[in-house]
């Protein structure tokens, strides 16, 4: 059974905090991904990795950076919280081809 | 850039059919998905064109047109489980990598 696992399903953070998102993958995916969802605005591509090392910005990656050292973890870092990063957050992964990807279920995160 | 426009809401009763639409504006991609996501769940894979045409799975069934700029989702025999958010996803072929980029969703209101 494939299988994303979230570090967190749950978090609060206080404004100006630095925060870890931690995303694993056990199908040996070549490409890892977070997103963001709002109410409304579905779900906007943060940053993407194809392989270790290499990260892609996506339409919204102010505010967040990511980490690849291993192939299976893939890191969302917010480097100081802000109360509009107020969200869920969701990691995948997918095969190279990306025909079909595989999703955590999320973190919700709260910033006060 | 990209983007892909879905209608925000459709309703329809138990046993129906109904059709979800995406259209979308992008300089190239591999492929049109979709991904159905139930409250509070993650979002899962549905269906995948690579090609013009339309693809079954059971009762979901989804179509491509290229030349038009199209795609749609088709539900038959709608149930009330099918009640959920609905998103098409392209995966462009302009950029480094492969991201994966998706529309704003449809929430999909199935009553008896």
């Known amino acids: 059974d494939v299988k994303v696992t979230q570090s967190s399903r749950y978090l609060v953070k206080r404004t100006g905090e630095k925060v870890f998102l931690e995303c694993v993958q056990d199908?040996?995916?070549?490409?890892m991904f977070w997103y963001r969802q709002d109410p409304g605005l579905g779900l906007r591509l943060i940053y993407f990795?194809?392989?270790?090392?290499?990260?892609e910005k996506g339409d919204i990656p102010e505010g967040y950076s990511v980490s690849r050292e291993k192939k299976e973890r893939f890191s969302l870092i917010l480097e100081s919280a802000s109360t509009n990063q107020t969200s869920m957050y969701l990691c995948?992964?997918?095969?190279?081809?990306?025909?079909?990807?595989?999703f955590g279920q999320g973190t919700r995160l709260t910033v006060v | 850039g990209q983007s892909l426009e879905q209608p925000s809401e459709v309703t329809a009763v138990e046993g129906a059919i109904v059709q979800i639409n995406c259209t979308y504006q992008?300089?190239?991609?591999?492929?049109l998905s979709w991904y159905q996501q139930h409250d509070g769940g993650a979002p899962t894979f549905l269906s995948y064109?690579?090609?013009?045409g339309l693809e079954e799975t059971g009762r979901f069934s989804s179509f491509l047109s290229r030349s038009d700029s199209y795609g749609y989702l088709l539900l038959q025999e709608l149930q009330m489980k099918d009640s959920a958010s609905y998103f098409c996803?392209?995966?462009?072929?302009?950029?480094?990598?492969?991201?994966?980029?998706f529309g704003k969703g449809t929430t999909l209101s199935v009553s008896s």
């Open positions: 995948a992964s997918s095969p190279i081809t990306a025909r079909e990807a595989f």
């Open positions: 199908m040996d995916h070549e490409n």
């Open positions: 990795s194809y392989d270790v090392k290499m990260k």
């Open positions: 992008t300089s190239g991609f591999y492929g």
């Open positions: 064109n690579a090609l013009d």
């Open positions: 996803a392209v995966r462009p072929s302009n950029q480094a990598g492969t991201a994966l980029i």
